[in-house]
């Protein structure tokens, strides 16, 4: 069973940094490409980066790029999440997603709040 | 970065109703999109891939066509299950981009 289980949210400051995790399991993870989506609560679903089996191919949403890097560990099955210079409109429920046929498979979310 | 207008952003329908939303991109993208349904408090779900590609699983009564810049997801007969919200994506070029949404209500 494919499982993605996302760690790391809280609540932040503005300004300042947070590091997401998602544990991926139940598939090869080192063949798949890895996707963060995230989304504001009540509101839509935003496309926030995506990184290939080897990260040769990353992208990022415009609203992200120069704040956020994305990584992964293949060895570790993990995903991550780098997100600096974190700003109140960065506020949201993160999820992790694999793209197989579309984005197949999805965590529950991690919530980061940025707040004062 | 490619604009995805979705449309309507919501609808009334009724049980056994024959519903349509759309989205329009502002360019060509092919066929790179996907459609998908989310309920509150869960994770979306991939209903449509490619544009009009079934995913394993998801009742016929779903399809999708289009290609370039005009996209449909048709629900041919709803069901008390299929009031969610539903999104498209391309994933034609990066950055990749959502549509607002429809959300459809009875």
């Known amino acids: 069973e494919v499982q993605l289980v996302e760690s790391g949210g809280g609540l932040v400051q503005p300004g300042r940094s947070l590091r997401l995790s998602c544990a991926a399991s139940g598939f090869n993870f080192g063949d798949s490409a890895m996707h963060w989506v995230r989304q504001v609560l009540g509101k839509g679903l935003e496309w926030v980066s995506c990184?290939?089996?080897?990260?040769?191919?990353?992208g990022y949403a415009d609203s992200v790029k120069g704040r956020f890097t994305i990584s992964r560990d293949n060895a570790k099955n993990s995903l991550y999440l780098q997100m600096n210079s974190l700003r109140t409109e960065d506020t949201a429920l993160y999820f992790c997603?694999?793209?197989?046929?579309?984005?197949?498979?999805w965590g529950q979310g991690t919530l980061v709040t940025v707040s004062s | 970065a490619i604009q995805m207008t979705q449309s309507p952003s919501s609808l009334s329908a009724s049980v056994g109703d024959r519903v349509t939303i759309t989205c329009r991109a502002s360019?060509?993208?092919?066929?790179?999109l996907s459609w998908y349904q989310q309920k509150p408090g869960k994770a979306p779900k991939v209903l449509i891939y490619?544009?009009?590609s079934l995913q394993s699983g998801v009742p016929a009564r779903f399809s999708g066509s289009g290609s370039g810049t005009d996209f449909t997801l048709t629900i041919s007969s709803l069901q008390p299950e299929d009031f969610a919200t539903y999104y498209c994506l391309q994933d034609y070029s990066y950055p990749w981009t959502f549509g607002q949404g429809t959300k459809v209500e009875i």
């Open positions: 490619a544009a009009s």
């Open positions: 360019q060509g993208i092919r066929n790179d």
């Open positions: 990184i290939n089996w080897n990260s040769a191919s990353i």
């Open positions: 997603t694999k793209w197989l046929a579309g984005l197949e498979y």
